[in-house]
């Protein structure tokens, strides 16, 4: 009875597609991919802003992702967040007092843009405070003028500039 069945070629068609059925879902199950839970912008605040400076805190729900600035040295730079999404209280930050007017946040697909808005052309540095936090110092573009003097876009005092080396000064490193 058992043989009549294996040997059945009816029989034979319907075992090999359940095999078959049986072994991409498993193979579904086990090299299924997870995906990463997106980063979340939980946070964006100006904590210090004055005529010449801002300073913004970004919290993450998980570790600071890779960024990079965009229109650096100008009046309206940018900060991209990659592989980051926009929390749900996260709104845009318009009408500040100080040398930071507004930031406007889009997103476009799993980059995030924060838009600045400054009086002035400004210089974006970075630091991390902690794995979840980044801190954004916004300051004003010094300026030099044609006499090697240092300018400033709001009449800050100037700064102390560093001399080209002269011929004395160079050194060859040999290998």
Same mark, same amino acid.
């Given at each position: 009875?058992?043989?009549?069945f294996?040997?059945?070629?009816?029989?034979q068609?319907?075992?090999?597609?359940?095999?078959?059925? +049986?072994c991409?879902?498993?193979?579904?199950i086990?090299?299924a991919v997870p995906?990463?839970?997106?980063?979340?912008?939980?946070?964006?605040?100006?904590?210090e802003?004055?005529?010449?400076?801002?300073k913004m805190?970004?919290?993450?729900s998980?570790?600071?992702?890779?960024?990079?600035?965009?229109?650096?040295?100008?009046?309206?730079?940018? +900060?991209a967040?990659?592989?980051t999404?926009?929390?749900? #209280?996260?709104?845009?930050?318009?009408?500040?007092?100080?040398f930071?007017k507004?930031?406007?946040?889009?997103?476009?697909?799993?980059?995030?843009?924060?838009n600045?808005?400054?009086?002035?052309a400004?210089?974006?540095?970075?630091?991390?405070?902690n794995?979840?936090?980044l801190?954004?110092? +916004?300051?004003?573009?010094?300026?030099?003028?044609?006499n090697?003097?240092?300018?400033? #876009?709001?009449?800050l005092p100037?700064?102390?500039?560093?001399?080209?080396?002269s011929?004395?000064d160079?050194?060859e490193?040999?290998?």
């Open positions: 009875m058992y043989i009549d294996i040997l059945n070629p009816r029989n068609k319907i075992a090999t597609k359940f095999l078959v059925f +049986i991409f879902f498993y193979s579904s086990i090299f995906t990463p839970n997106p980063i979340l912008i939980q946070e964006v605040s100006v904590t802003s004055n005529a010449t400076a801002s805190v970004i919290k993450f998980q570790s600071i992702p890779q960024y990079s600035t965009l229109n650096n040295e100008t009046d309206s730079p940018s +900060i967040f990659s592989q999404n926009l929390g749900p #209280n996260v709104k845009n930050i318009n009408n500040l007092r100080g930071t507004s930031v406007d946040i889009k997103q476009s697909d799993k980059i995030l843009l924060l600045l808005t400054t009086t002035s400004s210089v974006i540095s970075f630091s991390p405070l794995d979840y936090t801190i954004v110092k +916004i300051n004003v573009k010094q300026k030099i003028d044609a090697n003097k240092l300018q400033s #876009n709001n009449n100037p700064k102390n500039i560093i001399k080209p080396i011929q004395e160079q050194f490193v040999v290998l």
